[in-house]
C-alpha cells in the first residue's frame, strides 16, 4: 500500500516510465491486483501466459507462484529493471523481455496472453491496436484467451474532467493532472519531490481510448470472434470506469 492514497490499477498513468517506475509501486492498490487475479483464473485454462506491458511485474510474479510459466514483458528499460528486483525478493524464476506490442513474433504459442493496467491506452491510433490484436491473435494457441482493458469514455470525459490529485508531507510531495485534450484523448502529468532521497520525477504522456464498437470491430478484423467484455470484474456499465475484454481464438 503507498504512503498516501492507493490507486487501482491504470489510475496511476503506466507511461513510459523513467524515474517513476521506481515509485510505482507504493502507489498501487494491492486488493485490486488480487481481484485481477481472480478474475484471470476463473475466465482462462492456461499454462503459459505472456504478458504484455507487464510494468513492475506485479501479476507476473503472482501467476509464477502458481506454476504457470510466464513471459513479462515491458517497453520500459526501467520497468523491467523493477520487475527484476521484485521478482527476486519474491523469490521467483520470471522471464523478463524488452518488446513493443505493435511489433512482436513470439517462437512459440501460448495459452493466455495479458495486457492489464489500460497499457493499450498507450497505443494512440486505431491502425497500432489493430497491429496489436494481430500481433497476439498470431502468438495465440487455438483456444487460447486473450485478456485486457482500456478505459472507458465515461472514465476519459467524466472521471478525468480536469482531475487533479495531490498528496504531501514533509518530505515527500505528490501531485498527478489529467486533462482531456481531444474525444477519449488525455494528457498526463506526473511530479513527485521526494527530499528523503533527493530525487525529482517529472513527467508527462498521453492514452487514447475508444468506444467498445470500435475495439470489438478491431479484435474481428485481427481474427477473434469470440468476444466479451465487462466493467471491473462485473457485468459490464458504460458508466464504469474500466473494461475488461474477454477474447478467446
Not at 34 to 62: D, K, P, Q, R, W
Not at 185 to 210: P, W
Request: one cysteine or more.
Amino acid at each position: 500500500m503507498g504512503r498516501y492514497a492507493t490507486y487501482r490499477c491504470g489510475e496511476i498513468p503506466v507511461m513510459s516510465y523513467q524515474k517513476f517506475a521506481y515509485y510505482y509501486d507504493s502507489l498501487m492498490d494491492e486488493d485490486f491486483y488480487s481481484g485481477y487475479l481472480h478474475f484471470i483464473m476463473n475466465n482462462a485454462v492456461f499454462e503459459t501466459v505472456l504478458e504484455l506491458g507487464c510494468g513492475t511485474g506485479i501479476m507476473a510474479i503472482e501467476l509464477s507462484k502458481l506454476n504457470k510459466t510466464v513471459y513479462a514483458t515491458d517497453l520500459s528499460k526501467q520497468m523491467l529493471e523493477v520487475a527484476k528486483m521484485n521478482a527476486t525478493e519474491a523469490n521467483v524464476d520470471l522471464m523478463l523481455g524488452k518488446i513493443d506490442m505493435c511489433d512482436f513474433i513470439i517462437n512459440e504459442p501460448v495459452d493466455l496472453i495479458l495486457c492489464m493496467c489500460d497499457s493499450l491506452n498507450y497505443i494512440l491510433t486505431p491502425n497500432k491496436v489493430l497491429k496489436v490484436f494481430q500481433n497476439v491473435f498470431n502468438a495465440l494457441k487455438e483456444d487460447g484467451t486473450f485478456i485486457f482493458d482500456v478505459h472507458s469514455l465515461h472514465k476519459i470525459n467524466v472521471t478525468f474532467e480536469d482531475y487533479v490529485e495531490e498528496a504531501e508531507d514533509d518530505d515527500f510531495y505528490f501531485k498527478w493532472t489529467v486533462r482531456k485534450i481531444a474525444e477519449g484523448k488525455i494528457r498526463h502529468h506526473v511530479q513527485i519531490v521526494d527530499q528523503e532521497n533527493h530525487d525529482r520525477v517529472d513527467e508527462r504522456h498521453e492514452q487514447q481510448t475508444y468506444p467498445v464498437e470500435t475495439y470489438v470491430d478491431l479484435l474481428k478484423k485481427a481474427g477473434f470472434n469470440n468476444i466479451h467484455y465487462y466493467s471491473d470484474f462485473k457485468e459490464y456499465d458504460e458508466q464504469d470506469d474500466r473494461v475488461i475484454f474477454v477474447v478467446k481464438k
